[in-house]
């Protein structure tokens, strides 16, 4: 798993690259907390262009940064994890933003 960020226009973008799971979810969850904490931003984009896969690890990070950030929206999301989300009832909670 990569992990990118950038911050523009108030906007904190982490880019995640590769596969979020239950073997890489705490370290990308340390990244995570350690990158908000040094940053000051109105809204969160987690960026998953290249994110081909994402587990229930995953998901809970997800779930855990919407309940600290109400503007946080999943951007960029191919098919197969677009499924996931669906599967789960993400995308009545979440802004998704399709590829």
Same mark, same amino acid.
């Given at each position: 798993?990569?992990?990118?960020?950038?911050?523009?226009?108030?906007?904190?973008?982490?880019?995640?690259?590769?596969?979020?799971?239950?073997?890489?979810?705490?370290?990308?969850?340390?990244?995570?907390?350690?990158?908000?904490?040094?940053?000051?931003?109105?809204?969160?984009?987690?960026?998953? %262009?290249?994110? #081909? *896969?994402?587990?229930?690890?995953?998901?809970?990070?997800?779930?855990? @940064? !919407?309940?600290?950030?109400?503007?946080?929206?999943?951007?960029?999301? %191919?098919?197969? #994890? *677009?499924?996931?989300?669906?599967?789960?009832?993400?995308?009545?909670? @979440? !802004?998704?933003?399709?590829?």
């Amino acid at each position: 798993m990569n992990l990118t960020h950038d911050l523009a226009d108030n906007v904190l973008t982490f880019h995640l690259e590769g596969e979020l799971n239950s073997y890489n979810s705490e370290e990308v969850e340390k990244q995570l907390d350690s990158i908000i904490q040094a940053s000051t931003f109105n809204a969160i984009r987690m960026d998953m %262009d290249k994110l #081909v *896969y994402i587990s229930s690890a995953g998901l809970r990070i997800i779930v855990r @940064l !919407k309940q600290m950030y109400d503007d946080l929206a999943l951007i960029n999301v %191919d098919d197969s #994890v *677009y499924s996931i989300f669906e599967m789960v009832g993400f995308n009545s909670i @979440l !802004k998704i933003e399709r590829k």
